[in-house]
């Protein structure tokens, strides 16, 4: 059962499973005037009952989920924002290129606050990317917008996040949602300019909240544009196949093709199963999240993420407290 809210600025106080395959269709007739980050802050959210949740999620569920990349193609459809339209980008395989050839994503052992996404939306089960960040409550883990509303439509369900996950291991358990968060512009309109969102997770067994067991990264917002980030994500579509951590360095551009969006990418070409992994500024997990992986083009290895600026500030400010 869930309960939904809206939270105006004024109450307010700062790519996975999948990444987005997006192929340009012409041009972007239907295209809204560029957003910069400067729209009025609001705040959808939903308050989620976690029961049965963590048991739901049994190692075959885990490995069956789909990615959630699928999810975003209802925001870039027909009659929507961009011309767009999303692609899959072929199944699960290995951890090499095409024809053997290396991917441009590195491989990286796990990271504590880093880890899957597991969640149900109208009856399916989808897997995305996640990292907890430092907050108020202890409790609250960044990823896409799309992993946690459709952007417009229903919030996810049956939501766990599952730090520094590995080959099926959860060393850390799985940590459910009690809450979710996303700007109102992705909950109501499906603005890939908004494409983030948080879960607040429930204490584990022993009462110990989320960022004291596994730690936790700074955030970081309106920053300068062209930064060097590290983004971390864990890639299942083909060439990768979903079980662990990978990431990818780069200095960041805006999108030529949807400028609209105001997003930025980096030299990244993991697939679906990444959507919601961070983006840190500088070289490596260590630095403060600025980002997360949102989409891609097809036969494009350029990875995209949202501007972090005010509105999604005060998303994270409303997650972060509550």
């Known amino acids: ?11 307010l106080t700062f790519s996975a499973a999948a990444v987005l395959a997006l192929t340009s269709a012409g041009g972007a007739s239907a295209a809204p005037a560029p957003s910069d980050g400067h729209e009025a802050p609001s705040v959808a959210g939903v308050t989620l009952n976690a029961d049965g949740a963590a048991d739901y999620w049994t190692p075959e569920r885990m490995q069956s989920a789909v990615s959630g990349d699928t999810l975003a193609g209802k925001a870039l459809g027909p009659g929507n924002r ?3 339209a999303l692609v899959e980008k072929g199944k699960p395989s290995s951890t090499k290129g095409t024809k053997g050839k290396p991917t441009i994503a590195q491989s990286e052992n796990p990271v504590s606050h880093i880890g899957k996404v597991f969640f149900t939306m109208g009856g399916t089960n989808y897997v995305c990317s996640g990292n907890a ?17 459709e952007g417009p439509g229903a919030y996810a369900t049956n939501f766990v996040f599952v730090p520094a996950y590995d080959n099926g291991a959860a060393p850390y358990g799985k940590w459910t949602a009690r809450a979710l968060y996303a700007p ?5 309109n499906g603005d890939m300019t908004y494409d983030t969102g948080f879960a ?11 960022t004291d067991v596994v730690g936790g990264s700074g955030t970081a917002f309106n920053q300068a544009r062209g930064l060097t980030y590290t983004s971390y994500g864990y890639p299942q579509a083909s060439p990768f196949n979903g079980t662990s951590l990978f990431s990818c ?17 980096i030299p ?18 260590d630095g403060v999240q600025n980002s997360i992986n949102s989409y891609g ?6 990875m995209y993420g949202p501007y972090w600026g005010k509105v999604i500030q005060a998303t994270f400010n409303s997650a972060a407290k509550s």
């Open 249 to 265: 360095t780069g200095t960041a551009t805006d999108d030529p093709n949807n400028p609209q969006f105001g997003t930025q990418g």
């Open 82 to 84: 961009s011309s767009a």
């Open 184 to 188: 109102t512009q992705w909950a109501s």
């Open 1 to 11: 059962m869930t309960r939904t809210r809206s939270l105006a600025s004024g109450l």
């Open 268 to 285: 990244c070409d993991m697939t679906g199963g990444s959507s919601g992994g961070p983006w840190f500024i500088g070289i490596g997990s």
């Open 200 to 210: 607040v997770v429930n204490t584990d067994s022993n009462g110990d909240r989320l």
């Open 133 to 149: 960040v430092a907050s108020t409550n202890g409790s609250t883990v960044a990823t896409a917008g799309h992993c946690v509303n």
């Open 297 to 302: 083009y097809n036969g494009s290895a350029v």
